[in-house]
């Protein structure tokens, strides 16, 4: 195992600080890579940070993951969280821990967030608390609570 914890982000996500700010906040994603790099120093870990649009992706890069022996996964499917049985096949058929991480909180919006496949297959669950929802979910990593 190595002390890496890959970041992956779905759909969208090139778009943080445009799209949606009401929803998503005006932080971008790279301010959040950003700041997550220099949390994962604090911490003695690395981040792999990534974002594709495109599913099959996000699968061969959870894969990636696993064959490199990544610490964990933060996982922003997007869009992919509430469709994507195959992220749900991915996550149960590796052993690195995925933590599902979401801006904002999907069970306060429209009733088709409110089910989540990369929830059913995840060690846990960070959502709801803007760009900190992605350094709460590094930290729990950190703790050893996954």
Known sequence: MTDTVYVLNGPNLNLLGLREPEIYGSTTLDEIAGMLED????????ID????????MLVDWLHEAQA???R???????????TSIALLDAI???TIPVIEVH????????????????????AA?????????????LEKVAAGEV
Not at 72 to 82: Q, R, S, V
């Open 125 to 137: 669950t960070v959502e709801g608390h803007g760009s900190d929802s992605y350094r709460m979910a």
């Open 92 to 94: 149960k058929a590796i």
């Open 103 to 122: 801006l904002s909180d999907p069970k306060t919006r429209e009733d088709f967030r409110h089910l989540s496949y990369v929830g059913m297959a995840a």
């Open 72 to 82: 964990a996964i933060l996982l922003n499917a997007a869009a992919y969280t509430h």
């Open 68 to 70: 490199h022996g990544a």
């Open 39 to 46: 949390r994962a120093r604090e911490l003695g870990l690395a």
């Open 49 to 56: 940070m990534r974002q594709t649009n495109h599913e099959g």
